[in-house]
């Protein structure tokens, strides 16, 4: 057997010879586990790379107006210019969704590539990082990324009427 010293070891004696040197106590009080302090980062940079922009989340408001208009005025017969809104605005909300879906996998790669043993994908990162590509969580906001994040839902909730009262409308 080898009596070479591992990477670790050589370490741990580097850094005791240096605070022997320096005169500093042997014990210092441990600092966060690694584990602890990597999850609380790793989790911070997802959030970073994954949030959407500016630009994407006005795509996103102006999808949600336009499908909003197109349920509201829609009748039997509705005019080409109602369905054209409706279909303006569904391929809006699709590209923010598939741009939400390129940020998330795009974070997750370079948080793997940067840090291998970061995370493992487990339920509860799942439900943690759930809503970060879809613009409801992510870095601390500023006042503009919290009206934003309202005004969005509110014309969920918009979206969501017009749809029940065009679903209870007579064809």
């Known amino acids: 057997m080898s009596k070479r010293k591992t990477r670790s070891q050589r370490h741990r004696a580097a850094v005791a010879r240096a605070r022997a040197e320096a005169g500093t106590p042997e014990r210092v009080e441990p600092a966060p586990s690694k584990r602890a302090r990597g999850a609380v980062d790793v ?22 107006v336009l499908l909003s208009i197109s349920q509201g005025l829609t009748s039997k017969n509705p005019p080409a210019a109602v369905q054209a ?13 598939g741009t939400g879906m390129v940020r998330h996998y795009r974070a997750l790669y370079r948080i793997r590539r940067d840090q291998p043993g970061a995370w493992q994908p487990t339920m509860s990162f799942a439900f943690a990082s759930l809503a970060v590509p879809l613009g409801f969580s992510g870095p601390a906001a500023s006042p503009r990324d919290r009206t934003l994040r309202r005004v969005t839902f509110v014309l969920v909730l918009i979206y969501l009427a017009t749809a029940l009262i065009a679903l209870s409308r007579p064809h």
Not at 85 to 97: Q, W
């Open 43 to 64: 989790m911070a940079g997802y959030r970073e790379l994954a949030s959407p922009g500016l630009i994407v989340r006005f795509v996103l408001i102006g999808g949600l």
């Open 85 to 97: 809104a409706g279909v303006l605005g569904g391929l809006c909300v699709l590209f923010f969704v």
